[in-house]
């Protein structure tokens, strides 16, 4: 069938439909979908494989957007690591509460900036909720203080 078809067809399926004249009677593309406008154009690592310390080094500087402080210092990344065989960084990490409305941008901004190390292709985050975060436990000595927990 041809475009012009289609889209003829289109036409007479929503004909009555309010906002069927919103839509564009030709030339017609569907925008990329969340997926695929966020997939990465992936590369090859011109750098050493990083070590899980590096890792954590690397990923300081991604902020907690609500309380402007490390997701490493807040102790909510759990663990960074190259899958073995690959330069794919997988990462566990847990959020402050279930329901946190910031976590699909900081799991974004993780993969942004593990991308951007030289010794890595690509990078998957895992929320997980096993063990429970506790600041008091998992926190660093300079997120507790920031916290005021003591």
């Known amino acids: 069938m041809t475009d012009a078809a289609m889209n003829d067809e289109n036409q007479k399926k929503h004909e009555g439909n309010p906002l069927a004249s919103a839509l564009p009677a030709e030339g017609f593309t569907a925008p990329a979908t969340p997926a695929q406008a966020a997939a990465p ?22 902020q907690d957007p609500e309380l402007f402080m490390s997701l490493v210092d807040l102790g909510l990344i759990y663990d960074a690591y190259v899958a073995e065989g690959t330069r794919d960084v997988e990462v566990k990490m847990t959020l402050t509460s279930p329901g946190c409305p910031a976590g699909g941008y900081m799991v974004s901004e993780i993969q942004r900036r593990l991308r951007e190390h030289p010794g890595v292709r690509d990078a998957r985050v895992e929320i997980v909720w096993e063990p429970k975060w506790d600041p008091k436990e998992m926190a660093s000595d300079e997120a507790k203080e920031a916290l005021g927990i003591w």
Request: no cysteine; net charge negative.
């Open 41 to 62: 154009v992936l590369k090859d690592p011109t750098g050493p494989e990083p070590t899980d310390e590096e890792l954590m080094e690397w990923l300081k500087p991604v």
